[in-house]
Every structure is written in structure tokens, then in C-alpha cells.
């Protein structure tokens, strides 16, 4: 799945921040792999704003996704792993990034493009009361409150933007864009809003020109924003701002553009740094004190050609950062960059007139607004429209290799491995993998992996049964912790749809060829996300196999204890019996489309999130309500597994499509027509649709049929308990949880299933549908 395939890993490139510089690296990698080279991402926000049109989008002229650069597909086309996660730290003897809330990610060669944060730590207030403008994404939600407010105020609000540099003039002209249309939208006068800019220096726009700054002194004045210069801000108190001249501006919302700082960590972690904490890099972009690390965009600083904070640099940075990581992996001499001495600024005014600033002349216009959304509009494009790479075409034959001559060799060494095609992974590797874990102890594990033989022994207690299930798949996603997790959760939802408790697990991985600490790696990632869920559920890990071959595969056998008479079967629906699923549907058209580049990467976030959340409280509390059938939903589909509980419980369904919960774009990639290769097979069962002429009309039809991983429990439970049970599932961390269909008399029909499309009828004679359990998707009562 990553990189070139077929080349073994020998090198990992790892970016940390999807900045506007690490967009550019991307596109080029996806273009022109490097054979024997993995990339790997890791962002903390899978959307990255396009800075240069941010206040066009808080000025309301363009949507979110207009100025917002997915890096799912992105990094889907350049066959990277995508790693969602915020870094915190670098081991750089190590060669480690530290991740929130995972282990640490390995590397041999590291770009950073993490960006900057306005400094509200040196004005006592600023971090608790001020509202950065970045991390954008809590700044957008932000603004979101603000304008709220100022509406509902009917126009009685104060705003005040502290930082006069291009981002905050920029910022405050837009915020007034933005409000006066709301206001008078809403029927208030704008005229009662005020907007203030404070300025620390003697100036607006301290970095340009006089004459641009004597444009934006009229342009701001024009539009009744006070401008207060010469007043750095000495303290931010709720509901005011105290300056240094003595004067205290009450204010409702102060929103914070001040000077750019660095993330603390960046400076912690050793390297060198300016005496500002950004990171210092020579002119190939590499840091001074560390060859293997390149950094570009705010969070770098060229020694000797400082360079403003802004984001026509980062973009600029892109190509030549991405030509001198290509020549550090290839351990060719890197390439001088020498950034330009100035930059040509647009800066808009909100409503569409706009400034354009170049050394020592500025000109002003509508027709400037009209050629910077054209550029930048043009920008956006070639990030969204992505080449499509004919087949093969993304492999690149070179006589080069990462790592060079030696990196070949090891290669043909690795290839002769690969001979005896599902060898075991060496012993030692293993070993190590697993000395770097902690997984569940548990007292009835007798022969474990602590104390390890020729296979595991485990005890089952007197009065209990054991169950026992095994589930292995492909990855379908490349960060190999979250896999992992995913895995785990796969295989135990088997074992919690029987109502039991698991107690062992033995692996089962195929990991692609590749150098022993690549190989290592692999393992590591995969088994410390699998034991995060087997931590959550009391799971030992006893033991396993793992195999070289093609392309990453795990799964688990697991057993599990439960009293026999706890036992949930698939085959105790009943007549009246209310049928519930706890989590949306959609995993095999979404991950289909993102195999295609074609979905975005908050729907891949928001299905992920979905396959990682345990079904173990969900099965306790759907056998507190008095389940009387249950299964988890995988690969067959909903259709299908309803289909293996009807036929044993001898019983009809009726399906409610309109009330199925659906995972954020599953149905935006079925309406494309993107389906899992699964569903032709899972199709098959529509014969069990008592209509389906009539079914198919409605949208969501086809993901009766969607492969699930990790899906959610489909059960049954008494129609007088369905509603606490909802209730209770929804507190309990399946907010999608909800009523989707009910079972009647078993007829003797072949086509057992009734699916109710929108607006369609329930089955003559079914009493009438009742309470906000069901349809939580329409939230009105049917
Ligand atoms: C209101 C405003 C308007 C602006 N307008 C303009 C403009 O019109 N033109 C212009 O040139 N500049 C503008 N700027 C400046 C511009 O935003 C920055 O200079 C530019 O974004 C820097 O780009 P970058 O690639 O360094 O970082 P960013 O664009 O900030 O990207 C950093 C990326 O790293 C990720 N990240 C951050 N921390 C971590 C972490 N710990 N772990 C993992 N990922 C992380 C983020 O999610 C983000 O995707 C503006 C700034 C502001 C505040």
C-alpha cells in the first residue's frame, strides 16, 4: 500500500505537519516515488487551511473545503502513511517523533512543517482569556461562537484584534466583511458593532511599505475600525484589554494575531534553534545541528536570511525541500535555496478590494481581489484535482536507490529471503517487537507468553463455557497502530456479541519484506494498537504467528468465558422484538473510495473512529435490556448477518432504511458509485428483500449490502425495554445507536425481509412506530 510496493522498505521519510510546504513534498513524492522509500505524515489535523484565502473564508466568499487541503487523498496519492496524531516531542538520538496518545513513530530522515502560534504566553491573560488565531481549526470554531454572539446581540458586540500585522489587518477587515452582511441579514444595524485593531508598534503593517501602510490607515478608517497603535497590550481580563499607554478597550471578543512563536518542543528536543526557539536550518533547508532533520514554513529559520512569517514562503519552500530530501535519500550533495528577497503581498479588505504590496509600491483595486481568488483558487486546484498515474506509471525504474549501491544490495538480499515466501519473521525480531510491550496478565492464563512453549495453555473456571472465533484481514488503512486497534476490535466483537468476556488472544500477522528493523517496527505498531484494546477488555495476548509476504494482514483468534446460560445466539429473535444496531454503517464504500483517492479524509477520521470504539460496553448493556438475539456486523453486511439471525430465530424483519445510521459521506461515495469489491457477493441476498424494486428507490438501500470492519452489534431486545436501552447506548459512547426495524411472525415467505424505503409503509398490520429512538438520522418521529 505505501510507497513503491514493490521495493522493500529501507528508509523511512517522515513529515511532521501537513503545512504548506509538506503539501508540495506530497504531490512530488506521489508523482515520483522513491523505491525503497516509506513516507509517512503524521498531522494533526487531516484538513490544512490554505492561509492565503483563510480571511476570504471568514469573510464568507469561500465554503470550508474551498480553502482547506484534505490530506487524506493527498496522501492516498502519494502512497503515504497518513498518521493522525498531534507530535509532542523528538527523540533525536533515537530517531523518534513523539506522538499524543500512541507510540512513537521511527524515523531515518525528518521534515518538520508544523507552522507557528501567536504568543499569548507573555501577556499575563493571553492564554486563558485571548482567542488565538491558531491552531486554525479551534479558531474556527471560535469564530463560529463569536459571530453567534454578535448576531444574537443584535449588533451590540466588540471585537477587538490585537496585532496589526498583514494576518490581523487582513483578519479584522474580514470579521467586519462578515458581520455587517450577518447583521443586516439579520435586520441589525452593523453600524452598532465595533471593531478595534491594536497595534504594540507605532504602525499598522510594520513590515511594508509606507505607502501600503498608508492605504489600510484610510481603508481601516473608511470602515469605521479604530485603529489604537503605538499600545502593546500589558493584560487580557475577561471583558477588556489593559494597554501600555493606560487606557483599558472593553471588549467581548479579543481575537489574537500577535508575533509568531514556535512549539515549545521543537527547541526541548535539542536541536538547534534561533533564539526565538524555531528551528535552524542552513540554506538546503536542513537543521544546523542535526543532517537528517529538514524543517521548512514558519517553524523554520534560515540562518542569515530571516525571512517573514508567512505562508508565500512555506509554499515557496515546497519544491526545493522536496528535491533535497529526494538527495538526502539518495545521499546526493543537496541543492542551495535561496529564498526571495521580497514577496508580492495581496491583502484583502473583505469586500472585494483588495491591496497589492511589493517592495516600495502599492496599488489598490477590485480587479486585485479578482486576480488573488484566481491565483489562489488555481493553487487549490492542483491539490484537489490530483494527476491520475497510469498504471505502473507511479513505479519509478532507476538505477538510484535510497540509501544507494549498499541500499541494492540489501535489497537482492532481501529479495533472496523472500524466496521461502511465508517464512517466519526471525525469532529475535519478534522478540524484540514483543520485549517493547506490555500486554494483559491474568491469572488463568497458565502457559502465556511470559513463559512461553510450544503453545498456550489457558484454564476455563468451573460453570463457564468457551467460546472461540478468529478474524484475519488486509489493511485497509496504513498507520499500523490504528490497524492494529482495528484488528483487535474485529476479532472481539465476535466474542461480545456472544455475550462473553474475552480472556486470550493469539496473533496472526503478515507483515511485507523488509529490513529486520523496518520489519520490527511493523510488528511493534500493530501489537501495541491491538493491546490498547485488549488492555481496555482484560485480553492476554498468549502467543502467535507472523509471516513475511506481500502486504500487511493481522487478525486474531480469540476465546472468550461466559455462563451458558449468558449466552447470546443469533437465533432468539422474537414476534415484537425491537432490532437495533449500535454503530453507522458505510466502512466498505468509504475505504473503497479512499483506496480511489476519492474520499475525504474527515470521513476516513470519522469511520475510524467508528471501528476503533469497543462493542464491549455495547453488548453488556444491550443483556441488561433483555436481548434476546445478537451479532456484530462484518463482512456479509447488515442484510446479511439480519439474514442469520431471521432464519434460525424462524421469525420476518422489517427494515427502516430511513432510520439507519450512516457513517459522515457513506452515502456521498455510494451515490459516485463507489462500492467495496465485497458487495457484488453480499448483493446476492437481496433475494431475501421482500420488495427490493421498491427498496432500491431509497439512497441508503445500497448499504444494506456494505461490508463492515469492526461494525457495530445488531440485536434484538423486548419492544417495552427499546428505549432505555437506546437511552442507554448513546450515553454510553454510541451516539448513533438507535432503533432500525422490528421483527414479526415468521410467514414462510422466501423473502423474509420487509425494507422500508423513505416515506414507505411499515408491513399491514404492524402497530404504529413511536419515540425519538428511531430515526435519529431524521430526528422526527414516524
Ligand atoms: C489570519 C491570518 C491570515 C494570514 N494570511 C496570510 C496570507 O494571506 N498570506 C500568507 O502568505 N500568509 C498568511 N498568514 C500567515 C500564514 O498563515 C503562515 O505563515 C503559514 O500558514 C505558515 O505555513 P506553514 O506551512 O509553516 O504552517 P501551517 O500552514 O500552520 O501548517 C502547519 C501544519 O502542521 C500541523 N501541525 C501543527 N502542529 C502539529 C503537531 N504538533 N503535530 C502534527 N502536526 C502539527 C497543522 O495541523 C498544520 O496542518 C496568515 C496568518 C494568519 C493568522
Known sequence: MQGNANTPVLKDLVLVGGGHSHIAVLRRFGMRPEPGVRLTLIGRDLQTPYSGMLPGYVAGHYAFDDCHIDLGPLARFAGARLIHAEAEGLDLAEGHVHCAGRPPVAFDLLSLDVGSRPDVGSVPGAAEHAIPVKPIDRWLDQWARV????????????????????????????????????????????????????????????????????????????????????????????????????????????????????????????????????????????????????ASGDIAAMVGRPRPKSGVYAVRQGPPLAANLRRALLNRPLKRYLPQQRALAIIGTGDGHAVAVRGRWAIEGDWLWSLKRWIDER????????????????????????????????????????????????????????????????????????????????????????????????????DPYVFGQIAANHALGDIFAMNADPQSALALATVPYGREDKVEEQIYQMMAGALSVFEDSNTALVGGHTGEGAELAFGFAVNGLVERERILRKGGMQPGDVLILTKPLGTGTLFAADMRHRAKGRWIAGALAAMTTSNRRGAEILFEHGATA?????????????????????????????????????????????????????????????????????????????????????????????????????????????????????????????????????????????????????????
Open 147 to 294: 459571530k453567534a454572539e454578535a448576531v444574537a446581540a443584535g449588533g451590540d458586540y466588540r471585537i477587538a484584534v490585537v496585532g496589526a500585522g498583514a494576518g490581523g489587518v487582513e483578519l479584522v477587515l474580514a470579521v467586519r466583511a462578515a458581520l455587517h452582511r450577518e447583521l443586516a441579514a439579520a435586520g441589525c444595524d452593523p453600524a452598532r458593532l465595533q471593531l478595534d485593531l491594536v497595534s504594540g508598534t507605532d504602525t499598522v503593517l510594520p513590515a511594508y511599505n509606507t505607502r501600503a501602510r498608508r492605504k489600510f490607515a484610510r481603508l481601516l478608517d473608511q470602515r469605521g475600525i479604530r485603529v489604537h497603535t503605538g499600545a502593546p497590550v500589558t493584560a487580557v481580563r475577561p471583558g477588556e484589554l489593559a494597554l501600555a499607554d493606560g487606557r483599558v478597550l472593553a471588549t467581548d471578543a479579543p481575537l489574537w494575531v500577535t508575533r509568531a512563536t514556535a512549539l515549545p518542543w521543537i527547541a526541548e528536543s535539542g536541536l538547534a534553534t534561533d533564539e526565538e526557539g524555531f528551528a535552524a536550518v542552513n540554506e538546503h533547508l536542513q537543521s544546523t545541528s542535526h543532517p537528517n532533520v529538514f
Open 379 to 478: 493553487f487549490m486546484a492542483k491539490y484537489r484535482d490530483l494527476p491520475q498515474m497510469a498504471e505502473g506509471e507511479e513505479t519509478d525504474v532507476r538505477e538510484e536507490i535510497a540509501g544507494g549501491p549498499e541500499a541494492l544490495k540489501e535489497i537482492s538480499t532481501i529479495a533472496m529471503r523472500c524466496g521461502g515466501c511465508g517464512a517466519k519473521v526471525g525469532s529475535s525480531v519478534l522478540s524484540r517487537a514483543l520485549a517493547r510491550l506490555t500486554p494483559v496478565v491474568r491469572d488463568d492464563i497458565l502457559v502465556g507468553l511470559d513463559d512461553p512453549d510450544d503453545a498456550a495453555v489457558v484454564e476455563v473456571p468451573a460453570g463457564k463455557v468457551m467460546v472461540e472465533t478468529v478474524d484475519f484481514f488486509r489493511a485497509m488503512v496504513d
Open 630 to 782: 445478537c451479532t456484530d456486523v462484518t463482512g456479509f453486511g447488515l442484510l446479511g448477518h439480519l439474514v442469520e439471525m431471521t432464519k434460525p430465530s424462524k421469525v420476518d424483519a422489517e427494515v427502516h432504511l430511513d432510520c439507519l445510521p450512516v457513517l459522515d459521506g457513506a452515502l456521498e461515495t455510494i451515490r459516485a458509485g463507489v462500492f467495496s469489491s465485497l458487495q457484488p457477493e453480499n448483493v446476492r441476498l437481496r433475494r431475501a428483500v421482500r420488495d427490493p424494486e421498491a427498496a432500491g428507490a431509497d439512497p441508503r438501500y445500497p448499504l444494506l449490502f456494505d461490508p463492515q470492519t469492526a461494525g457495530g452489534l445488531l440485536a434484538t431486545v423486548p419492544a417495552e425495554r427499546v428505549d432505555d436501552c437506546v437511552a442507554a447506548l448513546r450515553a454510553a459512547g454510541y451516539p448513533e445507536a438507535g432503533a432500525v426495524g422490528r421483527i414479526h411472525p415468521f410467514s414462510g415467505d422466501e423473502a423474509p425481509i420487509d425494507v422500508v424505503p423513505e416515506g414507505g409503509e411499515s408491513r399491514p398490520g404492524a402497530p404504529a412506530l413511536r419515540s425519538d429512538i428511531w430515526c435519529w438520522s431524521r430526528g422526527v418521529t414516524p
